[in-house]
């Protein structure tokens, strides 16, 4: 049986970026992300587009599409879309340490229900306030805290008074 090479976050840094393929660092390990279909990308860039609008005129923070963060350990995980409070981004040319105050993930066809728990698990782990999950397929967000989940369908406003006050979007409006 081969052993796995486990890599430091350094280690991990240092890596050849590719322009095929993107990696996160899970407890050590490199692991290779899906490749994203159009689906996905449009509900993400929709949904970006809408935070950074609203953040626009209220200077809570900065919206990220994308961006790596150290969580902990030897951990990288890479957010669709991550929202980081006013004030914690202060060195914008080194990796962030700890997770984003809220971070969003939208579902692939390809995720697995026990990899976005571990997702959520390992964001909050490293500080993260809340995660959304957008599932496009079913027209839903599924908005976790460290305590409860709640859903919301495409009915429904998306909006989390306590992080991004005032923010509010129809979730249809993220899929139409």
């Known amino acids: 049986m081969a052993t796995k090479t486990l890599l430091t976050v350094e280690e991990f840094l240092r890596l050849p970026e590719s322009m095929d393929e993107k990696y996160e660092l899970v407890e050590g390990e490199r692991v290779l992300m899906s490749p994203t279909m159009p689906l996905h990308n449009l509900v993400r860039d929709r949904l970006l587009y809408f935070l950074i609008a609203f953040l626009e005129g209220h200077k809570l923070g900065t919206a990220l599409s994308e961006q790596a963060f150290h969580l902990f350990g030897s951990t990288v995980r890479i957010p669709d879309i991550s929202f980081v409070r006013a004030g914690r981004l202060e060195e914008l040319t080194r990796l962030p340490q700890g997770a984003p105050d809220l971070a969003i993930e939208v579902i692939s066809p390809t995720n697995t229900p ?63």
């Open 114 to 176: 026990g990899e976005m728990n571990k997702r959520a698990s390992d964001y909050f782990a490293g500080g993260c306030r809340r995660v959304w999950v957008v599932y496009p397929e079913h027209r839903e967000v599924y908005i976790h805290g460290l305590s409860s989940v709640t859903r919301r369908d495409a009915g429904e406003m998306l909006e989390d008074p306590e992080l991004l006050p005032g923010f509010s979007v129809r979730v249809s409006s993220l899929f139409d």
